[in-house]
């Protein structure tokens, strides 16, 4: 049967949020799995008796398939819908959890973060695509900000309510749990969720193969809003990722000193603090379009003025009134890495937006794996000097804000022509409607 053309946008409404709220569980359960490891990198060590570099490997790893899957992904959504994307990353991660839950043997527990990485990376340019079909396109911007709320709220329940379970119940029932949760999910996905409504069936996508691929990836790239949203999203995210995915606990215990609670607290005020930025960025950039490279540099500017007083503060421990900061700030990273799919998407067609976002998502996490990677290596190499090992961050920031500040101008003069173009061909069209009688 022919889809049937209907004028305007997907309507949107009570139904539209349901089955967009399904998608976003998912993915708030993905970030559960992915951050788990961040409040148990103590006992991960001890349980596979493993040291820093080891111990990195296990997110080097899961970073690493994420990122490399993040344009097969794009392509996989647009060939076979969303539903069966998300059902497949379900499963993926929850198998890897529930095998890192099982685990005794280092190897063993590299292979499930491998398996749980390929999983979670399905999740997110799903739900993206899965708003893009329910929702009118005005509503991208706020969409995409809400999925990355849903995000924040996995790290809230990895900060609060596993560290505290992982203390009392065990390793191995702890990460069942979250197994469990997984299969929630994929359960909730195969009985709700629709790739779109009634009557709004996309045309079917024209696949030829490698050739198709190849002419997607590289008409992504060439636009210049694309890379300069991957390196804003690889500037902004990896500071504050690493710190949650793995290296802010054992920073905060081991380096200065404060008690399991207390860093467990000042995990989850990043956490708190990622979603107010969130939620004002969102409106910010929905009413002054123009504010998205101003946030950008910012964020940019105070991590790393941040960072810089934290590692130079004289005497072995800083203040706790600047480690709060140092969290507060770090709660901006995520919704500023948010702006580089505001950066990709005026310059991709719809048709290609989930390329594109991709290729968006590509760079903090490899900014990301990058950090964890050197971190790891700098602790053993100086015998666990975090100071060292976390100054790190500045070379990653400064590659990433010189490559913003050469793309800004040429996207920016590029999507100010699309919209003038835009602007005239709407006025002609109007006019020829006027004139015809329609």
């Known amino acids: 049967m022919s889809a049937k053309a209907l004028p305007g946008d997907p309507p949107g409404g009570r139904r ?20 788990s490891l961040g409040v148990a990198g103590i006992d991960a060590a001890d349980r596979f008796h493993i040291g820093a570099s080891a111990l990195s490997s296990f997110s080097i790893l899961q970073v690493l398939v994420y990122a490399g899957m993040q344009i097969p992904v794009g392509l996989m959504v647009d060939r076979l819908g969303t539903k069966r994307v998300l059902m497949l990353g379900a499963v993926l991660f929850t198998s890897g959890q529930l095998a890192f839950a099982l685990s005794h043997s280092y190897g063993m527990a590299l292979a499930a973060r491998a398996v749980l990485g390929c999983g979670d990376a399905m999740t997110f340019v799903s739900v993206l695509r899965l708003g893009s079909r329910w929702f009118p396109a005005r509503r991208g911007p706020m969409i995409a900000q809400g999925a990355a709320l849903f995000g924040v709220a996995g790290n809230l329940v990895s900060t609060v309510a596993l560290s505290r379970l992982l203390h009392s119940a065990g390793w191995t029932p702890t990460f069942l749990g979250t197994a469990i949760g997984g299969a929630f999910v994929l359960l909730l996905v195969a009985l709700f969720l629709k790739d779109h409504p009634e009557g709004y069936e996309p045309a079917p996508a024209e696949h030829a193969g490698l050739a198709y691929v190849r002419r997607q990836i590289a008409a992504s790239w060439a636009e210049p809003g694309t890379r300069l949203g991957m390196w804003t999203h690889f ?15 054992p920073y905060l215990v081991e380096d200065q000193g404060v008690s399991r609670g207390t860093a467990g607290s000042l995990l989850t005020l990043v956490v708190l603090a990622n979603m107010v930025f969130g939620m004002l960025f969102g409106q910010l950039i929905s009413r002054h379009h123009g504010a998205r490279m101003p946030l950008t540099l910012g964020v940019i500017g105070a991590t790393a003025g941040v960072w810089a007083v934290v590692l130079g503060w004289p005497g072995g421990q800083d203040p706790m009134w600047l480690l709060v900061v140092l969290c507060v700030v770090l709660g901006a990273c995520g919704p500023g890495s948010m702006i580089g799919f505001d950066f990709a998407r005026p310059a991709n067609p719809p048709e290609r937006f989930g390329t594109a976002s991709g290729i968006v998502n590509i ?28 100054s790190s961050v500045f070379v990653l920031q400064a590659v990433g804000t010189a490559q913003i500040l050469r793309l800004s101008r040429h996207s920016e003069r590029l999507e100010r022509e699309r919209i003038a173009v835009s602007r005239v061909e709407s006025v002609h069209r109007t006019s020829a409607a006027a004139v015809s009688g329609e």
Do not use: C, P
């Open 16 to 35: 539209a949020a349901l089955v967009w709220g399904v998608g976003t569980l998912v993915y708030l359960v993905a970030v559960v799995h992915r951050t």
């Open 363 to 390: 760079g903090g996490f490899t900014a990301s794996m990058l950090t964890l990677l050197a971190i790891g290596v700098l602790l053993d190499a100086t015998g666990d000097n975090y100071r060292v090992a976390w």
């Open 235 to 249: 500037t902004t995210q990896f500071s504050g990722m690493v710190f949650l995915l793995l290296w802010g606990l």
